[in-house]
């Protein structure tokens, strides 16, 4: 029963979209539609999932007064913080002026944070460039080859050169890098398809977990 | 002229932004602090963003609103309060249920995704085109080698030997000048998130401040 | 040669700090530089600018505040075409993380420039869960999905959305997108239901979606903040009282001029004491 019934739940859940897609009849595309209206509130509920193993993790932390147990500390105490905005609030701007707390927190705080880490990357780009960035074989030499003529053809820089760098630079784009980024994505939904298979006819079972 | 000091908001951005950015030149206590902040609140943020934009609207108004009418939101609502038994190690085998059909669900669309959406269009596009001017003719040979050959070199089942070599090797020369052009857009991209706090450090904290202590 | 490898372990906050500067520089003082325009871009224009007024189109606001840079400013262009050409716009969202509030930012900022309003020019229906399920779902009805917009207000209340059940009832869907979900409106939303796809996207996703779109699975696509930049400029050329509005991409493509040319520096002169120092260890 603890098996076979999540089995049987996910071959029916996995194949019902793709029958609905195959058998437009219109029982068929009622129900389909309330699966998708109804998955919409289930991922909601998994969006939260993560959530609570945070909670107990730093919990935990902070209980056992184990090192950086005051981050943990103010991890807890500003989830509590916003998560209240959240609960109890709302969001986007005050009809009278200003922003609800739930959107203040997020655009002048949550937002500067995670733009400026993001940010951060740059700077590292330009090490990494001067430090690991080495032409020693061929293949190496062509992704230099490809890096300089898009890097210099994206930027207005390219254009005073002379008008035929940013051809140049689109021509790469539209067909060697079509190509490749073609034959990745055939050859990644593939994979991907061969996995959805698997869990279809109940081979894979990544719902079980460990038991 | 208008001479404000950036507000309270503007204050406490620029704050996190140089605690941030304190990192490039160590690790320290301010970096630590403000991370730990980030995590905190986008945690937070997800629980208002949910109840806010889907549970509130797609499932508790209409669900204890107009029961009658919507009675059967119990069903997701049941499914998605079980998936949180999984917590509770007697009923964490209860939350498999749900999460078999969430998971179940999504990778039927997916396949469907996958086949329909990328598989059959893309290779569509890789057939050459034999009408048109000569330079597209060329430009889809050339799409259409290195699509051949690119999945040649993605073959792993059997040893690249023989004609299979020559080819995995022109597969990854079409990948290389690809990454290279990846890296080049990566480069961009990295750039445009370093001008944007930059901007605002500079237009909407440090200019207004400036102007307003040297009174313009 | 001893000198070049110390240059070769100089201290990354050197380069750090000649990032910094080149990149400050432009900021405070801007150069000014030409914009050219490229296919991609330009397709997407052509194809907004033969809508005709009363039309509706889709923008999803598929980013987060990281991405803010490059796709805001496309927001801003795409916005400022549209309410000029009289063409209404449904604002949405599938991105969790700050997708809404990009939403509400660039909707109440451009409607307040250009004087459109909420409700019959523009509605923000806000963001829903689910990725793919909510794609499914408004390709039947867009109100089972998006029963309010984001202040409340029920979706058959808001004037400009009578007649919009669903996306045939739309002639365009864009996708302002980080990450997969710019992917999924190509190959779910035009694949099963055929409406055209226009994506922005940031730098480090365009690369791939040239294929899609050499596979006429999206009319186009603006890359990055060049992207942006680009229908800026084609904006202002087709509308020049539109001159004067912000053209925050156009002036971060002056820094990324300079800084490209940090960094290809940085990459040749890193590579000569590389190969400098190899000669000197094989002889």
Not at chain 1, 35 to 58: C, K, P, R, T, Y
Not at chain 3, 246 to 257: E, I
Request: aromatic share 12%.
């Amino acid at each position: 029963m603890k098996r076979q019934i999540p089995i049987l739940l996910a071959i029916g859940a996995s194949l019902y979209p793709v029958i609905a897609f195959f058998v437009p009849t219109r029982g068929v595309t009622r129900f389909n539609q309330t699966l998708d209206e109804w998955m919409v509130i289930i991922a909601s509920f998994a969006l939260l999932l993560g959530i609570v193993s945070m909670i107990q993790v730093n919990l935990a932390k902070v209980h056992r007064r184990s090192s950086g147990w005051l981050y943990g500390l103010i991890v807890l105490v500003t989830f509590a913080i916003m998560a209240t905005f959240g609960l109890f609030g709302r969001q986007g701007a005050r009809p009278e002026g200003g922003l609800y707390p739930f959107t203040w927190v997020f655009q002048f705080a949550f937002s500067p944070l995670q733009s400026t880490m993001f940010s951060v990357l740059a700077f590292y780009v330009a090490s990494a460039s001067y430090r690991a960035f080495r032409v020693r074989n061929v293949e190496a030499t062509l992704l230099l080859i490809g890096a300089l003529i898009i890097m210099i053809g994206r930027i207005p820089l390219g254009q005073s050169i002379h008008p035929i760098v940013p051809q140049i630079a689109e021509w790469i784009m539209k067909v060697p890098n079509t190509a490749a980024q073609r034959g990745v994505i055939i050859g990644a939904a593939l994979g991907a398809a061969a996995m959805s298979i698997r869990v279809m006819v109940g081979i894979e079972r990544p719902y079980l977990g460990k038991s | 002229m208008n001479l404000q000091l950036p507000g309270f908001g503007e204050w406490v951005a620029a704050f996190f932004t140089l605690c941030i950015f304190s990192f490039l030149y160590r690790d320290n206590v301010l970096y630590r602090v403000a991370e730990s902040i980030f995590a905190g609140i986008s945690f937070g943020y997800y629980v208002g963003l949910a109840k806010l934009n889907t549970l509130d609207p797609n499932l508790f108004r209409p669900l204890f609103g107009d029961f009658a009418a919507h009675w059967t939101l119990l069903i997701p609502f049941t499914l998605g309060l079980m998936l949180y038994l999984r917590y509770i190690p007697k009923l964490a085998w209860i939350s498999n249920w749900s999460l078999a059909v969430y998971i179940g669900y999504y990778i039927g669309v997916n396949l469907l995704q996958k086949l329909h959406g990328d598989i059959l269009p893309q290779a569509r596009g890789t057939m050459v085109s034999l009408s048109g001017d000569w330079g597209s003719v060329i430009g889809s040979g050339i799409v259409f080698v290195g699509v051949v050959v690119v999945l040649i070199y993605f073959f792993f089942s059997s040893p690249h030997r023989g004609p299979l070599k020559p080819a995995s090797r022109l597969g990854i020369y079409y990948l290389m000048i690809s990454f290279g052009a990846s890296f080049g857009y990566t480069v961009m991209g990295r750039i445009s998130l370093l001008i944007g706090r930059l901007t605002f450090l500079v237009h909407e904290w440090a200019r207004p401040l400036v102007m307003a202590v040297l009174g313009g | 040669m001893n000198w070049a490898n110390r240059l070769l372990l100089v201290d990354r906050r050197i380069i750090f700090l000649m990032v910094f500067v080149g990149a400050l520089i432009p900021i405070i003082r801007p150069i000014g530089l030409a914009v050219q325009i490229s296919p991609p871009v330009e397709a997407v224009f052509d194809y907004v600018e033969g809508l005709r007024p009363g039309d509706t189109i889709l923008l999803s606001f598929d980013y987060g505040p990281a991405d803010g840079p490059e796709l805001d400013p496309m927001a801003n262009s795409i916005l400022r075409h549209c309410y000029r050409k009289g063409i209404k716009v449904i604002g949405m969202s599938l991105f969790p993380l700050g997708g809404v509030e990009m939403g509400i930012a660039r909707l109440n900022e451009l409607s307040t420039e250009l004087n459109a309003q909420g409700g019959t020019d523009w509605a923000n229906l806000g963001y829903k869960d689910g990725g793919q399920a909510a794609m499914k779902a408004m390709g039947e009805d867009i109100a089972a999905v998006f029963p309010t917009d984001v202040n409340g207000v029920a979706y058959g209340a808001i004037p400009m959305t009578r007649g919009i059940r669903s996306y045939r009832d739309m002639k365009l869907a864009v996708s302002l997108a980080t990450s997969v979900l710019g992917e999924w409106w190509i190959n779910l939303v035009n694949a099963q239901f055929g409406i055209p796809v226009a994506v922005g996207t940031t730098a480090v996703s365009a690369p791939r979606y040239y294929a899609y779109m050499e596979a006429k699975q999206a009319i186009g696509i603006l890359g990055g903040m060049k992207g942006a930049s680009e229908y800026e400029e084609l904006v202002e050329r087709a509308y020049p009282d539109l001159k004067g509005l912000s053209r925050t991409a156009t002036m971060g493509m002056d820094v990324q001029s300079i800084v490209h040319i940090i960094i290809i520096f940085f990459i040749l002169f890193g590579n000569a004491m590389f190969l400098l120092t190899r000669r000197t260890r094989e002889a």
